[in-house]
């Protein structure tokens, strides 16, 4: 199970310890979505929209950035730094060229159009944020 599956399912098992309403259907509704696409989410099995991910933090009084893993700390958020802001300003750039929405990110098919430079320039710039993020997460 992912960290964000993890994270969700903890969060509503304690909010449930305080007050048993806390079910995945009562949760799911207070979202706006099925509950077994609440499920879902906890489960692991299918990955929860920004939107989503924005309301599960506000329900649970926590941080998008502890529902993604990038901090510890329920109640910190990690800033991105300008260097960061410049990296994904690049991927944001390669993408809307090769016409690649938030959608379509996880579609291969997309990929496919793309020159080998410039995936393996995102494969790095990605790989270069989720290394700096973990070494926040773990304070060095």
Do not use: C
Request: overall charge positive; hydrophobic content about 30%; charged content about 30%.
């Amino acid at each position: 199970m992912d960290i964000l599956a993890k994270r969700i399912k903890q969060l509503r098992d304690e909010k449930k310890k305080e007050n048993s309403k806390y079910t995945q259907e009562y949760v799911a509704n207070l979202i706006g979505i099925a509950r077994v696409t609440y499920t879902a989410y906890e489960n692991g099995t299918k990955i929860p929209p920004a939107d989503a991910i924005n309301k599960i933090a506000e329900i649970f009084s926590t941080t998008t950035d502890y529902i993604l893993g990038r901090t510890d700390n329920p109640k910190q958020s990690i800033p991105y730094s300008h260097e960061d802001f410049n990296q994904l300003s690049e991927i944001n750039k390669l993408l809307n060229e090769y016409q690649i929405d938030d959608i379509g990110f996880f579609d291969i098919e997309k990929w496919k159009n793309m020159s080998r430079k410039d995936i393996e320039h995102l494969r790095r710039t990605f790989e270069l944020l989720t290394n700096k993020n973990n070494k926040t997460n773990k304070g060095g």
